[in-house]
C-alpha cells in the first residue's frame, strides 16, 4: 500500500492542484481544487481514482473555489483548512466574480484542522502542520512514509509565499517554515501551490528568503 499522486495545474494562475490516492484501494482525495474540475475529474477517471474527499491547504480562490461545486457533485466532505481562514472562504463567491470565475457554490468546510491533526485518505495518514504566514490559517499535509508534504502557498522553489495580502504575515511564514517544515527532514520531497516540485534541503540550501545561511 502507498500513496500515489498527480499533479493537475488548473486556473488561469495554474494553480498545482494534486490528486492523492491509496495504489491498493484506487481511492483517495483531491488536494486544492481551485477550478477546472471537467480536468480534475477526467484525471481521476483516467487514473481509475475514486475521490473521497477534498483537502484544502487555504482559502484562497486559486486553491478553494470549486471545493464545493466538487463537494457536492460527488458528496464528500471537505477538510481543512484551519478556521483562521473562515473569512476568505466566505468572501470566495464574491472574489469568483471579481477575477471571472466560474459561479461555484459557497461552503464551509465539513472539518476545520488544527495543527497534529491527521487526515485519513483510504487508509494513508497525513499530518497536519498549521503554517500561518501567507494566510492565517494555512495547512500543509505530510505523508512521512513517502516523505511526501502538500504545502500550498507556504514555500515554493526558490521562492516563499506571498504576505502583502489579507491578514498575511511574513515573520509568522519564516518561523512556519523553519520550525514547523524543516524539521520533517531534508530529504521531503514537496509540491508547492504553484510551479516545480523541490525538497526541503534544498530549499535550506539555496531559497534566498529561508536559507539556513540567512540565520546563522
Known amino acids: 500500500m502507498s500513496l500515489k499522486a498527480a499533479i493537475l495545474p488548473v486556473t488561469p494562475f495554474q494553480q498545482n492542484c494534486t490528486l492523492l490516492w491509496n495504489d491498493e484501494t484506487m481511492r483517495g482525495a483531491v488536494s486544492d481544487p481551485g477550478g477546472d474540475l471537467d480536468r480534475i475529474l477526467n484525471a481521476a477517471l483516467e487514473l481509475g481514482v475514486t475521490i473521497e474527499k477534498v483537502l484544502l491547504t487555504h482559502g484562497h ?9 466538487l463537494a ?3 458528496d464528500i466532505p471537505i477538510e481543512g483548512p484551519h478556521r483562521d481562514d473562515l473569512f476568505l472562504i466566505e468572501a470566495l463567491p464574491k472574489q469568483g466574480k471579481q477575477y471571472g470565475f466560474p459561479e461555484y457554490r459557497g461552503f464551509e468546510p465539513t472539518r476545520w484542522l488544527v495543527d497534529g491533526d491527521t487526515v485519513e485518505v483510504s487508509g494513508l495518514t497525513l499530518d497536519v502542520r498549521h503554517c500561518p504566514g ?3 490559517g494555512h495547512v500543509v499535509f505530510f505523508h512521512e512514509p513517502s516523505r511526501l ?5 507556504v514555500i515554493f522553489n526558490g521562492s516563499v509565499g506571498r504576505t502583502d495580502l489579507p491578514r498575511g504575515d511574513y515573520n509568522a511564514l519564516v518561523t512556519s517554515i ?3 517544515l524543516w524539521p520533517l527532514g531534508d530529504d521531503v520531497t514537496f509540491v508547492p501551490g504553484h510551479g516545480p ?3 526541503f534541503g534544498a530549499e535550506r540550501l539555496t531559497n534566498p528568503f529561508v536559507a539556513d545561511e540567512n540565520f546563522r
Open 61 to 69: 480562490l486559486d486553491h478553494a473555489s470549486a471545493a464545493g461545486e
Open 72 to 74: 457536492a457533485q460527488l
Open 134 to 136: 501567507h494566510t492565517p
Open 149 to 153: 508534504a502538500i504545502v500550498g502557498d
Open 178 to 180: 523553519r520550525d514547523r
Open 197 to 199: 516540485l523541490s525538497t
